[in-house]
């Protein structure tokens, strides 16, 4: 019953966002009526999570903050590097139904970092990861002294993400670690399964499957096909040009966030891409045409479920 804040965002700024159409604003403008009403009748903190909030522009930002005139903002931004991001971010568009290949999302990413933020190019990334210009847009509004970075620490760190984003807060947060189980975890898929759902998405695009039957489809193959197998393959790194280039974007806005003299909670440098981390090889078509076995029987499977029922044939005879 929790309001979801990511939509309520949605049903405020609309097209401010990117990836937000007028019809979905208009669908979620109820829930952003809702989390204004809490914070209005509240003398409480309020904390606000939306990964959409960094890819707003400045035109956004002031809007948002209009609707919050009596409070005292404080801008809290979560990062990784690079060398994280850029992969993690692939498969994301991979799991949303985009039918990009590895090759053609990075050269995506790649002309957009030559342009200005403000250009339509296709590729919206550099809006939520040029942390910088993210930093600018919200000092324009907000005082740069209530703005902090939290650094998310690299796996072999004993600090906590979790520890750290309470110091960045200052709220009387639990200390204890967020926990979650398998259905509610976000997990990550491997290269291998990123191809096949690239494959079963080009091949969706042509089918008159609504995006929800996708959209479905997507996550059971996921959840109940992928994370099931015992050898799953590599998982998605960076091949030798891209990770070149990921160090030089990266080291440029490390330099650009020590000049803003922004709060940083964590290490800095651990938003540069480790120096000692290799370029992997692409993913060979023996781990791909695995997974296409997993996801084909699967679908197969889907498919033989959705005939019976529109044969209204019992689920013991299926």
Not at 39 to 65: H, V
Not at 130 to 154: C, D, E, G, Y
Request: hydrophobic content about 40%.
């Amino acid at each position: 019953g929790a309001i979801n804040q990511e939509r309520a965002i949605y049903g405020l700024v609309g097209n401010q966002i990117p990836w937000v159409d007028q019809k979905t604003q208009q669908r979620m403008h109820s829930q952003w009526l809702s989390l204004k009403a809490q914070i209005d009748n509240s003398e409480k903190s309020i904390l606000i999570s939306a990964e959409a909030l960094a890819s707003m522009l400045e035109e956004g930002i002031e809007l948002l903050l209009s609707q919050l005139p009596n409070r005292e903002i404080k801008i809290v931004i979560t990062a990784r590097d690079l060398a994280r991001v850029l992969p993690s971010s692939w498969q994301q568009s991979v799991r949303n139904g985009r039918t990009y290949s590895y090759e053609d999302y990075f050269e995506r990413i790649k002309r957009a970092a030559e342009l200005p933020l403000t250009d339509a190019v296709g590729s919206n990334f550099w809006r939520s990861y040029q942390l910088n210009q993210v930093v600018q847009r919200w000092s324009k509004f907000v005082p740069i002294a209530n703005i902090t970075i939290v650094t998310v620490p690299p796996k072999q760190s004993s600090e906590s993400l979790w520890t750290r984003f309470i110091t960045a807060t200052g709220l009387p947060l639990d200390s204890a670690e967020p926990r979650f189980d398998d259905k509610r975890a976000h997990a990550a898929i491997s290269w291998s399964e990123a191809e096949v759902l690239n494959e079963l998405n080009l091949k969706w695009a042509q089918s008159n499957k609504s995006v929800s039957e996708r959209n479905k489809l997507r996550r059971k193959i996921v959840h109940e096909g992928f994370q099931q197998r015992e050898h799953r393959g590599r998982w998605i790194g960076l091949t030798a040009p891209w990770l070149s280039l990921a160090k030089t974007w990266a080291d440029t806005d490390v330099a650009k966030l020590i000049q803003a003299q922004v709060r940083i909670v964590g290490d800095i440098n651990e938003l540069r891409v480790d120096p000692a981390l290799a370029p992997v090889e692409p993913c060979p078509a023996a781990e791909i045409a695995a997974a296409r076995v997993i996801a084909a029987r699967f679908h197969d499977r889907m498919r033989l479920r959705a005939v019976a029922r529109l044969l209204n044939i019992p689920r013991k005879s299926r």
